[in-house]
């Protein structure tokens, strides 16, 4: 699989190159630049399969010649201490939970592959330094997942106030890899600060710089690889159409989805669940995209105006307006509803829901009852964080007493950065340089 810019479809380039330069020259993101058909793998695997198993197989497919059998299977096992658990609730209605990885939250099976496949591609060539910004936990899926791999330091950028849940000995002071700097400012200027390091292109090859925020084609790419996965699991108790729920705010989830549905998984529909933001309906349903300042809600992943994947999008649209059109369905999901949502899972399944996953299976229950589909339909939601993450509403909404899971009792745990710096390039590149 070769990957081309959603600016210019002129130039493809290898995945390897994809990964390590992060972002195309021209600007825009990298997406696959064909589809690959699958279908040979994974209809024949058993509801048995593990997720490394999957991964272990499906990857070198999809990347021949860059990756083997041999060196599939060493970034499985490297990648995955953990795996997503298909829970089925009745005949119609399952559950995708993607929050057993270290933080809890589903962008740990990405960001585990990116740090296992990218030691792999890096062996007989130079050292790389990842760059990327963090907000709650993912800071601690960063650093458990490049903690002491070969040749790769992790630079983690993060807004005023102490970062929680690293270890200090794994800091690079201390001789480890991963090198927290704190920026005066907020996210957003963590993430220009790096935009403007990866597009300095003297600046990136000076220090084999990329990134593992969802701009990576590495970390996005193994989101798909857990839609096949449920559909392995689901496959032989399906009697009718197959439809998946997912969370949307920076729209990465869906478009992983549509990836998988690419690659030849059999799927009828995507549920695009958004809270009050709405952030990318109008554009779904057809208008023009206009992006409205964003709204605080109580599923704050989802609380986005202009998606990160905002380009991808627009490039699977052109690509397949159709598919969009009778495949996609925009929903959104006020908090009253959500609320509602983690009552109601908790009464009639036993089930729960942190409220970014209440926003898809609202979602989910409200297109059951319309009857957009005729016959029988059944619907995997996608549950993208432990419902631990948001203790204290999901017990307020439920009644419920939240039992801590022990791996989370680190995750609070302050610690201090290894420089403070102000948004700017040579700030950054002076705090890097003061520590190598």
């Given at each position: ?17 994809a ?68 829970r089925?609730?009745?005949?119609n ?23 296992a ?7 007989n ?11 709650g ?45 704190q ?13 403007e ?62 990836y998988?549905?690419?690659?030849g ?17 109008d ?11 964003p709204?605080?809600?109580n599923?704050?992943s989802?609380?986005v ?16 307006p ?37 926003v898809?299976?609202?979602a989910?229950e ?54 403070v ?16």
């Amino acid at each position: 699989m070769q990957f081309r810019s959603t600016r210019s479809g002129n130039l493809n380039v290898s995945f390897k190159e994809a990964v390590l330069r992060c972002l195309p020259e021209g600007g825009g993101l990298y997406v696959p630049a064909q589809a690959v058909d699958m279908r040979q793998f994974f209809l024949y695997m058993g509801e048995e399969t593990s997720y490394p198993e999957l991964a272990a197989t499906v990857a070198p497919a999809l990347l021949q010649g860059e990756l083997n059998p041999f060196s599939a299977s060493r970034v499985a096992e490297g990648a995955f201490d953990f795996e997503p658990e298909l829970r089925q609730l009745d005949e119609n209605l399952s559950v995708l939970n993607l929050y057993n990885g270290p933080t809890g939250v589903f962008k740990d099976f990405g960001i585990a592959f990116l740090a296992a496949v990218l030691e792999e591609l890096l062996k007989n060539s130079g050292p790389a330094m990842i760059l990327s910004a963090s907000q709650g936990d993912m800071g601690v899926s960063l650093a458990h997942s490049f903690r002491q791999r070969q040749g790769i330091t992790a630079v983690i950028l993060y807004p005023a106030g102490l970062i929680r849940g690293l270890e200090s000995a794994d800091f690079v002071p201390q001789g480890g890899n991963i090198l927290p700097i704190q920026i005066r400012g907020t996210f957003d200027e963590c993430q220009r600060l790096i935009a403007e390091a990866l597009m300095d292109r003297p600046f990136a090859e000076r220090y084999g710089l990329t990134s593992a925020n969802a701009i990576n084609p590495g970390r996005l790419l193994p989101q798909s690889f857990y839609y096949l996965y449920a559909f392995v699991k689901i496959k032989k108790y399906l009697r009718g159409d197959l439809v998946f729920s997912v969370p949307s705010g920076n729209f990465g989830n869906l478009i992983a989805g549509l990836y998988a549905w690419k690659f030849g998984m059999p799927v009828n529909g995507f549920i695009a669940a958004m809270n009050a933001n709405d952030s990318f309906g109008d554009f779904i349903r057809g208008k023009k995209f206009a992006p409205r300042p964003p709204v605080t809600t109580n599923s704050p992943s989802l609380d986005v105006s202009v998606p990160a994947n905002y380009e991808r999008l627009i490039s699977f649209y052109e690509e397949a307006p159709a598919v969009m059109r009778n495949m996609v369905y925009p929903d959104s999901v006020n908090d009253e509803r959500t609320l509602k949502t983690m009552v109601e899972a908790w009464k009639r399944y036993g089930i729960l829901l942190d409220p970014h996953s209440a926003v898809a299976f609202a979602a989910a229950e409200r297109l059951r009852a319309s009857g957009d589909f005729s016959g029988h339909v059944h619907t995997v939601v996608l549950a993208t964080g432990h419902p631990a993450k948001q203790a204290a509403l999901v017990a307020k909404a439920t009644g419920q007493e939240i039992v801590m899971p022990p791996r989370f009792a680190k995750l609070q745990k302050p610690v201090e950065p290894v420089a403070v710096i102000e948004p700017q390039l040579d700030a950054l590149e002076g705090a890097i340089a003061s520590c190598l």
